[in-house]
């Protein structure tokens, strides 16, 4: 059972007056002018304008919905119109909810019906009604395949939902497809064999980061209003960063990992995304409520970190957060983390440090007391080098899932691979495999938990854990700071997306919330400039906390982000006649994966 939300009622009047005064932001149209101020070109008043979504947030839509200013039906409509005018430039969906209108469609008449006694009771029940999300593809569904952007898995129909995916859609919420991702989440440039590239919406030259980047773009550029990711590196932190989202990872443990396509148990978190902190809040509240996760039947079949979660824990409203004060500015004890700065000058390097510096000066005049924390051990490079064990658990974790899958083509029949050695099989032209990344393949081949050097790593992984616990307690601090990537999100057709900061959270298990906090000088490919991000790390299990923060922080900065305009993404797209009878379909194009990435590559030699 979901847990009651606080200030509801408060929250959706304030909402509604708010989102009816707002101009640029609104998820709204803009107030009508006053006759005779335009020129030539003043176009009719038009006395019932559909609902804008472009920006649009949980409490507008639930606003416009119980207002009548919408139904569910024309609002999936919309964002079913904007994901056929960009998505084939974007390459950030791969499917379509086959059902997501019936779905509206049933939500529209129960509304109609007076299934709603009051607005607030019913989204304190279903705080997602209606509201559209994005599956990273790596999210088991029975009703869409499940294909971790991989080519050998298109036909992958997993029986049932990922616990997560249920808690989604027991709070309400419409599953609108899946997204692009880098290629069993390894990388994150974002480009697969099924889906092709995936482009970053600020800069069509460069990658959304990754490897969740078709979720971070998705929703960027207004295809949906939530959507989900993995994080086994950087991967939830990073597409956030580049695409001027607010993310979170949370704590190990806290979120099943339960029908999520592995990569390595010690390292992989579930987590998710969205355009605001308010939205992030019950996102994070929803997703903790998927249930325990522990299974006893190994790996793949549950998640036995989740009987870490203190009884305190469970059940916990992050919203709360937002509303009761937590995080105040004034007074807190944020760790600068020298060592994941790039203090070198260049054209890629400089942007993210001159921003990283204004939200420094920003917080210390609000009243934050910054500790700069120097320790030559926070090295990102050198951590990962040194304790990253992906490749030792992403085999035996991939067989176990592959195991159980089922395979269909709609038709009663279907095949695809039952182990990691089908899916890299030399010539099959079925994987994309980044230079960058064929020593990890081929250590994967040979390395497993049973290797000396894994319980080497994973004693260090807890000598990580121990210090950092000791940077908190030495330094007195609330939370850690560095910005997400040393340097500006890469271009297309780079090795690898390098400099990125996710390593410690993602070994030490800590959890984290990603906040835009900035932008580069605008460029002829990015007419805003490329967004950057940064980390807030807290101690284990004060998620709520680091939402209060990053909320302060949000408000310290003031607006940061910015709808992306190239291609035009900032327009408006109509939706013809009374919306979609049926959902399209949406066809997975890797026409566009740069040469650098050859289909079925590992160097061309054998394993």
Sequence with gaps: MLPSFHNLKALLGKAALLSLLSTTSSAF??????????????VPLDLNPPFDIREATISSIHNALFTGLTTCHALISSYLARIEAFNPSLHAILSLNPHALDLASAIDAHLASGGNSSSSS?????????????????????????????LSLAQNTPRQDAPTVSALKTAGAIILGK?????????????????????????STRTPGGSSG????????????????????NSLRSPASANGLWSWRPMRGLVTRKGVVPVGWTQDAVGGMARGVQDLGVLMTVMSMAGTGAGSEGVGDGDNTTVL?????????????????????????????????????GEETTPVKE????????????????????E???????????????????????????????????????????????????????????????????????????????FVRQYGIQQLKTALAK?????????????????????????????????????????????????????????????????????????DLLLGIAKHVGEALGPVRRMPVGGGLDKVVEVQGGGYEKVPVVKADNGNIPGVYPLGVLLGEGL
């Design 214 to 233: 078709g979720t971070g773009a998705a929703i960027a550029a207004n295809l949906a209003v939530l959507g989900t990711g993995t994080d086994t590196v």
């Design 122 to 150: 019913s989204v304190t029940r279903q705080p997602l009604l209606c509201i559209p999300v994005l599956l990273k593809d790596n999210f088991d569904t029975h009703d869409m395949p499940t294909t971790a952007g991989s």
């Design 355 to 374: 921003v990283m510096g204004k939200v420094l000066r920003r917080l210390e005049a609000a009243g934050v007391q910054l500790v700069n924390i120097t």
């Design 309 to 345: 979660v203190p009884p305190e824990v469970k059940g916990r409203d992050y919203s709360t957060a937002l509303y009761g004060g937590l995080g105040k500015l004034k007074g807190l004890r944020l760790g600068v983390l020298d060592g994941f700065f790039n203090h070198t000058a």
């Design 29 to 42: 149209n803009p107030l009508p002018p006053v006759p005779g101020t335009l020129n030539q070109q003043q």
């Design 179 to 203: 997204t692009n991702m880098h290629e069993f989440a390894l990388e994150g440039i974002s480009v697969s064999s099924l889906g092709g590239q995936t482009i970053n919406p600020y800069d």
């Design 376 to 454: 030559p051990l926070y090295d990102a490079v050198a951590i990962a080098a040194k304790l990253d064990v992906q490749t030792f658990e992403f085999r035996e974790g991939l067989d176990a899932y592959l195991e159980k899958t089922t395979y269909t083509d709609g038709k009663g029949n279907g095949t695809g691979p039952r182990n990691f050695s089908d899916i890299y099989t030399l010539g099959k032209k079925q994987f994309v495999v980044l230079a960058s990344q064929y020593d990890y393949i081929r250590n994967a081949f040979n390395q497993s938990t049973s290797s000396p050097e894994y």
């Design 471 to 543: 940077t908190f307690s030495t330094n007195n601090l609330d939370a850690i700071i560095y910005p997400e990537q040393k340097n500006l999100v890469v271009q297309i057709g780079s090795p690898s997306q390098s400099g990125r900061n996710g390593i410690l959270a993602a070994l030490t298990g800590s959890p984290v919330i990603t906040v835009p906090v900035g932008f580069s000088e605008a460029t002829e490919t990015a007419p805003l400039g490329v967004p950057i991000g940064m980390e807030i790390l807290g101690r284990p299990w004060t998620e």
